[in-house]
C-alpha cells in the first residue's frame, strides 16, 4: 500500500523564533489519529532545531535542496553528506521556484536527483506546467517530458524513496487550485506512465502527491481522489491550524 504524505514546504519564510514557535503549535496541535507521514522544510539554518524539536514526534524534517556535488569550492550551498550528518534524509527537488529563479533545468535536476537517490534520500521530485502549457493543452506532453528528462533515465530505485509532487505551476501560490478532477486525471496519467516504465508493482506503490494552493477547504476533496496520496503545501502550511486540518483531511 502506498503511502499518504502531507509535506509543509516552508519556502524562505520564519526566522529562527518563529521557526520554533510554528513547530511547538504543529506539535501540540496534532493529534495521534492521522492518517499521513507527516513533513516540515523549514530553511537550512534552522534544520538542526527543528529536527531536534521533532525528535519522538511523528514529524518529519526535510531540506528544500541539495547539491548534486559532494563537497568543493560551490559557495553557498549545502551538501548532501551535510544534510545527514545532522539526520537529515529527505529532500524537494525540482520545485518550480527553484527551476524558475536559479534556473535548475531539467540536467541539473538528474544529477540532484542521482546523488540524492544515491544517498538513498527520500526525494519530493516536483514537475508541473505552466499557464500556457495547460491553455495549449500540452499539460500532458510536458510532465511526460519533464519525467524522460530526469526520473525516467533512472534505471532503478526504492519506490519508498520517491515522491512525486504533481504542482502545477499556475496553481502556486496564486490561490488558484487544480479541480479535485484535473488533479485526479494528472495522477492517473502519471501513475500509467510510470507503469509502463517500471511495472505495476512501482506504479501502485508510489506516492503521488498534490501541490497548488491547497487549503483546509480544498483539502478533503483533492485528497479523496483515488491517485492523489496527499499534499505538498505551500502558504498553509504556515499557520499551524490550517496545516493540521490539512493533515487531518487525509
Ligand atoms: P502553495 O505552494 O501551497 O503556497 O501554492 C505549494 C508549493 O509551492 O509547494
Known amino acids: 500500500m502506498r503511502k499518504k504524505i502531507v509535506a509543509g514546504n516552508w519556502k524562505m519564510n520564519n526566522d529562527f523564533f518563529m521557526t520554533k514557535d510554528l513547530i511547538h503549535s504543529i ?3 496534532l493529534n495521534n489519529n ?3 507521514e ?3 522544510s523549514p530553511s537550512f539554518p534552522f534544520l538542526i532545531e527543528a529536527k531536534k524539536n521533532c525528535n519522538n514526534t511523528q514529524i518529519n524534517v526535510t531540506a528544500q535542496n541539495i547539491n548534486e556535488n559532494e563537497s568543493g569550492a560551490y559557495t553557498g550551498e549545502v551538501s548532501s553528506s551535510m544534510l545527514k550528518s545532522i539526520g537529515i534524509n529527505s529532500v524537494i527537488i525540482g520545485h518550480s521556484e527553484r527551476r524558475q529563479y536559479f534556473n535548475e ?3 541539473i535536476l538528474l544529477k540532484k536527483l542521482k546523488k540524492a537517490i544515491s ?3 527520500k526525494v519530493f521530485f516536483c514537475i508541473g506546467e505552466n499557464i500556457n502549457e495547460r491553455e495549449n493543452n500540452n499539460h500532458f506532453d510536458i510532465i511526460e517530458k519533464q519525467l524522460n528528462n530526469t526520473v525516467f533515465k533512472i534505471e532503478s530505485f526504492d519506490v519508498n524513496n520517491l515522491i512525486i509532487a504533481y504542482e502545477p505551476i499556475w496553481a502556486i501560490g496564486t490561490g488558484l487550485t487544480a479541480s479535485p478532477e484535473q488533479a485526479q486525471e494528472m495522477h492517473f496519467f502519471i501513475r500509467e506512465i510510470f507503469k509502463s516504465k517500471y511495472g505495476s508493482k512501482i506504479s501502485d506503490n508510489l506516492s503521488i502527491i498534490y501541490g497548488g494552493s491547497v487549503k483546509p477547504s480544498s483539502a478533503k476533496d483533492i485528497f479523496g481522489k483515488k491517485d492523489v496520496d496527499g499534499g505538498l503545501i505551500g502558504g498553509a502550511s504556515l499557520r499551524a491550524e490550517d496545516f493540521i486540518d490539512i493533515v487531518n483531511s487525509i
Do not use: G, P, Q, R
Open 38 to 40: 507527516v513533513f516540515i
Open 34 to 36: 492521522f492518517n499521513a
Open 119 to 121: 544517498e538513498k534520500f
Open 105 to 107: 533545468n531539467d540536467h
Open 27 to 29: 506539535k501540540s496541535k
